[in-house]
C-alpha cells in the first residue's frame, strides 16, 4: 500500500497538510527533445546545412508526385518537408485537374479526410501522367504448311498502349513492339502524329473507378473504339492497374466522323448491328514509369515469358 509524504507549507502560504506527487510538477509543462542541437546538426547532411528549409521547399516542389514520396526516405527532415500541406495540394491540383474544381476539393479534403491533402491524393482514384499504362496480350495462332501433317502453331504477342493527359486527352496505340521502344513515340507524340498513323488521340473520362475511354479508329474516318475500364492499386496510391470490361467499336455507314470527346452508352447507337464487341485483347494494363521503363519485365521477348500476370 503505497504511503503518500506529507509535508507542511511555509507560513506564508498558510499552515495547512497537503499529500505531494512527484510528478505533479510536470503538470503543465511542455518538455523539450531529449536529443541536443549540437548533435542534431552533426547528423545532418551538407545539403540540410547549406540550404534553409524555404529552399528545400522550393526544390521539393519541383519534383513529380511519385519522386516526392521517394524523398520522404531519405531522413526525417525530408520527410518532415515532404509533408508540407502545400506540396501535396499542388500535388492533388494536378492529379484531379479536370475532374473537379479547387472548392470542391477543398472542401472534400475537409469533409472526407480530415485535413489532409496527401491522405486525399493517396485514397482518391486517379491516373497517372508520368509513364505509360501497358497490356501484354497473347494467343494462339495455327499456321498452314503444305505437305506436312503436323502444322506449326505460334504464339503471338502484342501489346495495348495507353498515355494519358491531364486536360482529358488520351494517347493510345497497338503495336507487337515492346515498352522501351514504343515509349520514345508516346513520348514526342504531339511532334510525330501526322506522320505515325500507329497513333491515335482519344478522350477519357473518369468517375470514380471507371474509366471510359473513345477514340477514332486508326486509318477511319468513321469507326469509333470505346473502351471501359477500372482503376485499382496493388498498394494505397498507386493507381497502377486498369481492368478491361469491355472493347467495342461501331462502324458508322455514312461516313460522320464522330468526335473523339463523345462518351456514351453502348445502347445510344444509331443501328446495334454496326455494334461489335471484341473478346480478345483484354489483359489488364500495369502502369510502368518512364524511368522504370528500361528495366520493365514486359520487355522480354516471348521466349522467355509466355505469359504475363499483371497481380
Given at each position: 500500500m503505497?504511503?503518500?509524504v506529507v509535508y507542511e507549507t511555509s507560513p506564508a502560504a498558510g499552515s495547512y497538510v497537503n499529500s505531494w506527487r512527484p510528478w505533479m510538477a510536470l503538470y503543465g509543462l511542455r518538455l523539450r527533445p531529449a536529443t541536443p542541437v549540437a548533435s542534431h546538426q552533426v547528423l545532418q547532411a551538407p545539403i540540410q546545412k547549406l540550404l534553409p528549409e524555404e529552399m528545400m521547399l522550393t526544390i521539393l516542389?519541383?519534383?513529380p508526385t511519385a519522386q516526392l514520396a521517394v524523398a520522404q526516405c531519405v531522413c526525417l527532415q525530408w520527410r518532415?518537408?515532404?509533408?508540407t500541406p502545400d506540396l501535396w495540394r499542388a500535388a492533388c491540383g494536378e492529379a484531379f485537374r479536370g475532374h473537379s474544381d479547387p472548392k470542391t476539393d477543398a472542401r472534400l479534403v475537409r469533409v472526407q479526410h480530415r485535413g489532409s491533402w496527401k491522405a486525399m491524393f493517396l485514397d482518391r482514384p486517379h491516373l497517372r501522367f508520368d509513364g505509360l499504362y501497358v497490356s501484354r496480350n497473347t494467343y494462339l495462332r495455327t499456321g498452314i504448311v503444305e505437305w506436312r501433317v503436323k502444322n506449326p502453331v505460334h504464339l503471338v504477342c502484342y501489346f495495348r498502349y495507353y498515355r494519358f493527359y491531364p486536360d482529358g486527352h488520351l494517347l493510345y496505340r497497338t503495336s507487337p513492339e515492346v515498352v522501351s521502344k514504343v515509349a520514345r513515340s508516346m513520348t514526342d507524340a504531339p511532334r510525330k502524329l501526322k506522320s505515325d498513323d500507329a497513333l491515335t488521340w482519344g478522350?477519357?473520362?473518369l468517375e470514380g473507378i471507371k474509366l471510359s475511354t473513345a477514340?477514332?479508329?486508326?486509318n477511319s474516318a468513321s469507326t469509333e473504339i470505346r473502351s471501359r475500364l477500372k482503376l485499382r492499386s496493388t498498394v494505397r496510391g498507386a493507381n497502377n492497374r486498369l481492368d478491361v470490361d469491355s472493347i467495342v467499336s461501331y462502324d458508322r455507314g455514312d461516313g460522320s466522323v464522330v468526335p473523339v470527346d463523345a462518351h456514351g452508352d453502348d445502347d445510344?447507337?444509331?443501328d446495334p448491328s454496326r455494334l461489335?464487341?471484341?473478346q480478345r485483347g483484354k489483359s489488364p494494363f500495369v502502369f510502368v514509369p518512364w524511368e522504370r521503363i528500361a528495366?520493365?519485365?514486359l520487355n522480354l521477348p516471348v521466349s522467355k515469358m509466355d505469359f504475363y500476370v499483371p497481380g
Open positions: 503505497a504511503t503518500a516542389g519541383k519534383l518532415a518537408l515532404a509533408d478522350r477519357y473520362r477514340m477514332i479508329y486508326p445510344d447507337v444509331e461489335r464487341s471484341h528495366e520493365s519485365p
